[in-house]
């Protein structure tokens, strides 16, 4: 019930197409819901996040779905570019007795062909 | 700033090997986490720690253990390595335990067990 399902694992789009990842979870006690992006070598980053009060969020090209009856949220990716490349992870937050976790999806590795 | 680093950055070990891998955040942030990623699993927490002093067990903590000496550093020691425990480590560390505190990972430290 901690999972949070990610899809697809890898996926490839020619520049300026959109990108769409998929996570959907099941324990509704989740109260955030953070994206991290990857670049090969390197450490994940805050790349957007969103609370489940709010359906939608935006920060230039990264747009954020949320869907809470249905328990599922997404990344869209307007106008990718190659730089876009990496992996993206989505995530959940979890508050438990005195502290919280972020439960993580499974990875989907981005290749956006010039 | 540094922000967060790891050390070392490659480890080739023999099963049965101890290592420790150390983390140094210059944020001043009160939690420090270890993660593993491994291929299509997504990362998932080992252990924490909420403050100086403290550690706590994450989803996968056996066969670690972890110290909290310094605010600043958070120690991750694999006392008889195992093959299992080939992954990529990652260390991160957040000024608060909430959802919406960033979590700010380090560049990761890649280890093999022979």
């Known amino acids: 019930q901690q999972q949070v399902k990610q899809s697809p694992q890898s996926l490839i789009v020619q520049k300026g197409g959109i990108s769409i990842i998929n996570c959907a979870y099941e324990n509704t006690a989740f109260d955030y819901f953070p994206w991290y992006q990857q670049f090969p070598g390197k450490g994940p980053a805050l790349l957007i996040a969103?609370?489940?009060?709010?359906s939608e969020k935006k920060e230039g090209r990264f747009t954020i779905s949320f869907n809470k009856s249905a328990k599922q949220f997404s990344l869209h990716i307007m106008d990718s570019q190659p730089g876009d490349s990496a992996t993206y992870f989505c995530?959940?937050?979890?508050?438990?007795?005195?502290?919280?976790?972020?439960?993580f999806g499974q990875g989907t590795t981005l290749q956006v062909k010039p | 700033n540094a922000g967060v680093t790891q050390t070392p950055k490659f480890r080739v070990l023999k099963t049965g090997q101890s290592m420790t891998l150390l983390c140094a955040q210059d944020?001043?942030?009160?939690?420090m986490y270890w993660y593993r990623q491994d291929p299509g699993m997504g990362l998932r927490l080992i252990h924490y720690?909420?403050?100086?002093?403290?550690?706590a067990k994450g989803e996968v903590p056996d066969g670690y253990n972890v110290s909290r000496l310094k605010k600043q550093n958070f120690l991750l020691g694999l006392e008889s390595a195992a093959p299992s425990q080939t992954s990529v480590y990652f260390c991160a560390s957040s000024y608060g335990g909430l959802g919406y505190n960033e979590q700010f990972f380090g560049p990761g430290t890649r280890l093999t067990v022979l």
């Open positions: 995530a959940a937050y979890l508050y438990s007795g005195n502290t919280g976790k972020l439960i």
């Open positions: 969103i609370r489940p009060d709010v």
């Open positions: 720690s909420v403050g100086e002093g403290t550690t």
């Open positions: 944020m001043n942030h009160e939690y």
